[in-house]
């Protein structure tokens, strides 16, 4: 039963998570001997340069459908660490609720919007898992990794013109500043060809009030990336 049980384990699934060099300690070691296991890395990164494409699924503001697209290098210090300069833009349509909410009131009533039209980012990123799952013969190496950056954001709002009772909505573009959390995974296929997905959380310094007042406006983005390690 024991047997069986180890090889249903074996033929489904098989998750490593290693450092390059892990410690191990045997009771039949003399003391002071140490053995070393080394995990042979079939992807290396260090000293790599990577390029990615991403698409984006926005979550700015209630009152716009938000997607868009994201390109990235990195440069991969070390098998834990890198730096990415990213580059987002972004594409805004009325939702369906600001359509509703404008249809119902005859224009005489508009919501305070704010969108986010691009982003400039630096991120420096922590790599601290890259495994490997066995599932059916098939063997998938991936890293997981988080990382934080700042950046500068064109932004638009309405909060001068929201009062106005017309048809049009009038927005004033500006420039902000602001931060980004990011967590991904990424797999790594033999071609040196990554697929990933990554959540972005975004802060961004602007004004969100009609008296020109700034606050911190958050918005998340779901992102599906195709990249290649050089």
């Known amino acids: 039963m024991k047997k069986l049980t180890y ?19 045997f009771k039949w070691l003399d003391e002071g001997e140490r053995v070393y296991v ?16 991403s698409l ?40 369906a609720d600001l359509n509703n909410l404008l249809s119902a009131y005859d224009s005489e009533v508009k919501p305070l919007i704010r969108r986010i039209d691009s982003a400039k980012l630096i991120h420096l990123n922590w790599i601290p898992f890259y495994g490997k799952i066995n599932t059916f013969n098939q063997i998938f190496f991936f890293d997981w990794g988080v990382g934080l950056g700042a950046g500068q954001f064109d932004t638009a709002g309405n909060y001068e013109t929201f009062l106005e009772k017309n048809i049009s909505i009038t927005f004033k573009e ?9 967590s991904f995974v990424k797999f790594y296929t033999r071609s040196g060809i990554t697929l ?11 004004i969100k009030s009609q008296d020109g007042t700034k606050e911190i406006l958050y918005f998340n983005d779901i992102m599906a990336t195709i990249g290649y390690i050089f």
Request: cysteine-free; aromatic content about 16%; overall charge negative.
């Open 7 to 25: 090889l249903i384990f074996l033929l489904f699934t098989s998750n490593v998570f290693s450092d390059e060099s892990s410690l191990y300690e």
């Open 38 to 53: 080394i995990q042979n890395k079939e992807h290396v990164k260090a000293g790599g340069l990577g390029v990615d494409i």
């Open 56 to 95: 984006i699924d926005s979550q700015s503001s209630p009152y716009q459908s938000t997607s868009g697209l994201s390109g990235s290098i990195t440069y991969y210090m070390s098998e834990n660490w890198s730096i990415d300069f990213t580059y987002k833009q972004y594409n805004n349509k009325d939702s």
């Open 174 to 182: 500006e420039v902000d500043t602001g931060f980004n959390f990011r």
């Open 196 to 206: 990933g997905f990554e959540y972005n959380l975004t802060g961004v310094d602007t």
